[in-house]
């Protein structure tokens, strides 16, 4: 009876180590098999023993904090070292709105903007414009041209499109049934970039505003926004629309429709729609686009119910 009951433990503990394996492999599972068809034929005693080994069995099995994996430790939070990008830490908020109630106050705080443009040496520029050229209309204009940057004419005089471009933009603003009086003319850029900055006197010296310089100018800009508050603005050219439009696009692709302006350093009081067109200088150098700039001026004529006048 003794030896049965050894050879019994000897085959349940055989039985018991192949369970691994079957978890693994099918060989393991017909080990399983052969090991429960001779337990079957055994007697009661033992069924018994086999519920006796399976329980000694399921006691070596290690508790189950021991064999789960530690929980992740918490990341350690970021530490300030006051190095962090200035992006991060130094955007600003935009001014909050200021109302104007009469023609005067807006006058005057142009006058202000502009004396501060005066003195401005935030960029290079400064230090080689012969005048500044902070922009010049109706301090309540419903309508504002912006331009790119002052040219060799508008550095020479301090005001805005009146060289050869800013004769076919006056005859532009003609065309919609306004006077040059009515609206507000200004620029991105402030001062006159040159390509060659020794030599301001130099005719054919003009190039475009770039990335920095726009940088440091644009709060100028977006200030005589939202003093003058108008309801539309023309982006004349590419480098404008993109400025103000804040998009990458081409002018070809940002042309064409009305855009909502937002701006970086100051709320604006009401919302004011922005559509961009050609610069009158791309307009002189290709006068077949000059079809679809009148297009485009047509869709600001009819938003503000202008005519165009007889001839
Ligand atoms: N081009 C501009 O963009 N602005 C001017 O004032 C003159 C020419």
Redesign the pocket.
């Known amino acids: 009876m003794k030896d049965g009951v050894r050879e019994l433990a000897a085959q349940f503990k055989a039985f018991l180590q192949s369970r691994e394996e079957d978890e693994l492999t099918p060989v393991g599972s017909a080990r399983r098999e052969r090991a429960c068809t001779d337990a079957n034929a055994s007697e009661t005693k033992q069924d018994h023993l086999t519920i006796e080994f399976a329980r000694a069995a399921r006691k070596n099995i290690p508790p189950a904090e021991e064999t789960e994996k530690p929980m992740p430790q918490n990341p350690r939070p970021p530490q300030i070292t006051g190095n962090e990008p200035a992006e991060e830490t130094e955007k600003p908020m935009p001014q909050a709105p200021v109302s104007y109630t009469t023609v005067q106050e807006k006058q005057a705080a142009l006058d202000e903007i502009a004396a501060e443009i005066g003195a401005c040496q935030r960029c290079p520029l400064g230090q080689t414009r012969l005048h500044a050229?902070p922009g010049e209309g109706n301090p309540a204009a419903q309508l504002m041209f912006i331009?790119?940057?002052?040219?060799f004419?508008?550095d020479h005089s301090g005001r805005?499109?009146?060289?050869r471009?800013?004769q076919l933009l006056d005859k532009m603003i003609a065309a919609m049934g306004l006077k040059r009086e009515q609206v507000f003319i200004g620029?991105i850029a402030k001062c006159h970039p040159m390509v060659n900055p020794a030599n301001p006197e130099a005719r054919g010296n003009d190039r475009a505003p770039n990335a920095g310089e726009i940088a440091v100018c644009r709060k100028y800009i977006e200030r005589q926004i939202a003093v003058i508050s108008p309801k539309y603005i023309v982006a004349?050219?590419g480098v404008?629309a993109k400025a103000l439009i804040s998009d990458t696009k081409s002018l070809g692709a940002l042309r064409g429709k009305f855009h909502l302006l937002h701006l970086d350093t100051v709320q604006l009081q009401t919302p004011v729609k922005i559509l961009a067109t050609y610069?009158p200088?791309a307009l002189l150098r290709n006068p077949n686009w000059k079809k679809d700039a009148w297009a485009d001026l047509q869709m600001v004529m009819a938003e503000m119910g202008l005519k165009r006048p007889h001839a």
């Open positions: 050229v331009g790119e940057g002052p040219g004419d508008e805005p499109f009146v060289g471009a800013g620029n004349l050219g404008a610069h200088a």
